[in-house]
Structure formats: structure tokens, C-alpha cells
């Protein structure tokens, strides 16, 4: 099987910095899309970020500036790193990704079990 892992989440005051990982890790014979979500309470799951696997990045308008995606092919890991953070960013997140884990095999979403950032003073 795959499994995400996300780590790097925390309390951090507003205006601060955080840089969240998600490795993957199972049996994997290539990954495609992967992105980051967050859950704030009350609220449904959205895409803050994805990157392809030629690097190609899109974000949420509401981080555009202050949040950046990247990964590390060889690691199998997907980075986020959150600048500017404000009240509203408060949230679990959570990386996905596209993972193929055989050559016949086609593509699968996995998800990871989330990171709690909270943005307080």
C-alpha cells in the first residue's frame, strides 16, 4: 500500500512562518499530481496547491504570494512552504497524491492523515 505522512504543522503567530512535508511512502512505481488541502472547522475540504510531475504549480487565490509548493522526486516528498500567515489559515492540513504503483497499474488518489496549523497570538 502508500501511505502519506504529513508533518510540520503547529502554532505559529500571525505573520509567521511554517514549512509543511508529506513523504510518501509504500509501493510506489511513480507519482503524479500531488497537492495540498486544508479543513478548517466548520468548513468543507479545499485545494490550497498542486504541482505536477513537470513541476507546474497552482495555487488557491488566497495564498497566491504568500505560499509555495514543491517536491523532491527522489525523496517522494511534497513541501509547503506558508509565509504571511494570517487567523484564517488555521486549519488541518492535508497532502494527496496521484500514485501509480505498478507499471500496469493506473492511477490512485491517497491522502494523508493531516497536520493541525493554528494560527493564534
Known amino acids: 500500500q502508500v501511505q502519506l505522512v504529513e508533518s510540520g504543522g503547529g502554532l505559529v503567530q500571525p505573520g509567521g512562518s511554517l514549512r509543511l512535508s508529506c513523504a510518501a511512502s509504500g509501493i510506489i512505481f511513480s507519482i503524479r499530481a500531488m497537492s495540498w488541502y486544508r479543513q478548517a472547522p466548520g468548513k468543507q475540504r479545499e485545494l490550497v496547491a498542486r504541482i505536477s510531475s513537470g513541476g507546474d504549480t497552482d495555487h488557491a487565490d488566497s495564498v497566491k504570494g504568500r505560499f509555495t509548493i514543491s517536491r523532491d522526486d527522489v525523496k517522494k516528498m511534497v513541501y509547503r512552504q506558508m509565509n504571511s500567515l494570517k487567523p484564517e489559515g488555521t486549519a488541518v492540513y492535508y497532502c494527496?497524491?496521484?500514485?501509480?504503483?505498478?507499471?500496469?497499474?493506473?492511477?490512485?488518489?491517497?491522502w494523508g492523515q493531516g497536520t493541525q496549523v493554528t494560527v493564534s497570538s
Open positions: 494527496n497524491a496521484d500514485v501509480k504503483i505498478s507499471v500496469l497499474a493506473g492511477f490512485r488518489t491517497f
